[in-house]
């Protein structure tokens, strides 16, 4: 059954920010209005997960983009657009959420069996302990595997770029065609946006799937704590670096330097690391000075008020 919903005006007006607003896959308590198949919002209940990332542009404010999400399904195609630093990007922001992230590699078809190994073996390096199904939503390939994630009662969003095959693996789990799908450019392999709006669909075997618009970019909002999980193999050798603070960049003893010579690190996935923690500190910095900001106009505020209302 379903319900055409609004929000109530003491919700619209106790809300904090857009992040407490409702998004797809958030409970709601409601209340039901008489003799009509629309209800009112009353509260959102706790989530257990919530992928959050920073809205496009220059502002510094979260946007929601799934709740109450068991695993993320990070969709890539075998093709032009395999991309280690977002993978790792995506990963990162997977496990911030609370859920579980599993790479999904679409378009298996389109290659040769030597050219998904080679990929697979390409994410695994840096996908440390996640996941990595290689599947096809035109042969059925991998379909079984990505099942198993989506039992009865559990929620999975699907997230990636543009003309990755999400919608296509919508309309292949639903079994029918509930999501329109466009063709990829041959030149760049570059996808077109068929997807406007995120929907949660509920699986013939009683999974749930979100399908997500494409991103043309995941900017962090944050992800402190899943640095460590999600680039354990630079970790684990900076612990055994000769020095505590090692910065690992001149330092002697540095075991992450010397991981990267000897060929145990590679160059790429080290930069990746300090980049993300560089973008990371940047946010919260940013995020720091807007609450700084919002504290102080909130107490202006409300002097302002109490020196209007003695003064009368």
């Known amino acids: 059954m379903e319900w055409i919903a609004h929000l109530s005006g003491k919700f619209l007006n106790e809300a904090a920010s857009s992040v407490n607003f409702p998004t797809v896959g958030d409970w709601v308590q409601v209340q039901k209005l008489l003799d009509e198949k629309k209800a009112v919002i009353q509260e959102v209940l706790p989530r257990k997960s919530q992928f959050v990332r920073k809205v496009a542009g220059q502002k510094t404010e979260a946007q929601i983009v799934a709740a109450n999400i068991d695993t993320v399904f990070i969709v890539n195609s075998l093709n032009h657009?395999?991309?280690?630093?977002?993978?790792?990007?995506?990963?990162?922001?997977?496990?911030?959420?609370?859920?579980?992230?599993?790479?999904?590699?679409?378009?298996?078809?389109?290659?040769?069996?030597?050219?998904?190994?080679?990929?697979v073996l390409q994410v695994e390096e840096v996908a440390i302990g996640v996941p990595v199904i290689a599947m096809s939503s035109l042969t059925g390939e991998g379909i079984t595997d990505l099942l198993e994630y989506l039992p009865i009662g559990r929620t999975a969003a699907l997230l990636?770029?543009?003309?990755?095959?999400?919608?296509t693996l919508v309309n292949t789990l639903m079994e029918q065609k509930v999501q329109v799908t466009k063709d990829v450019r041959e030149a760049d392999s570059k996808g077109r946006h068929t997807t406007t709006?995120?929907?949660?669909?509920?699986l013939p075997n009683g999974g749930l799937i979100i399908?997500?618009?494409?991103?043309?970019?995941?900017?962090?909002?944050?992800?402190?704590?899943?640095?460590?999980?999600?680039?354990?193999?630079?970790?684990?050798?900076a612990a055994l670096c000769r020095f505590n603070d090692c910065s690992h960049d001149t330092e002697p003893g540095c075991r992450v330097k010397e991981a990267i010579e000897i060929g145990e690190l590679t160059q790429e996935r080290f930069l990746s690391y300090l980049k993300l923690q560089r973008e990371l500190a940047y946010e919260k910095r940013?995020?720091?000075?807007?609450?700084?900001?919002?504290?102080?106009?909130?107490?202006k505020k409300i002097s302002k008020g109490l020196k209007k209302k003695y003064k009368n």
Not at 286 to 299: G, I, M, S, T, V
């Open 81 to 119: 657009d395999l991309n280690m630093r977002r993978i790792e990007r995506y990963i990162l922001a997977a496990y911030e959420s609370g859920a579980s992230p599993v790479v999904v590699l679409t378009k298996r078809d389109e290659c040769s069996e030597d050219e998904v190994s080679k990929a």
């Open 286 to 299: 940013k995020q720091d000075q807007r609450a700084q900001l919002e504290e102080k106009n909130k107490w």
């Open 197 to 202: 709006h995120r929907e949660m669909f509920v």
């Open 211 to 237: 399908d997500t618009p494409g991103m043309r970019e995941l900017q962090l909002w944050e992800g402190e704590s899943a640095i460590d999980t999600t680039f354990q193999d630079v970790e684990q050798f």
């Open 160 to 167: 990636g770029s543009s003309g990755v095959g999400k919608s």
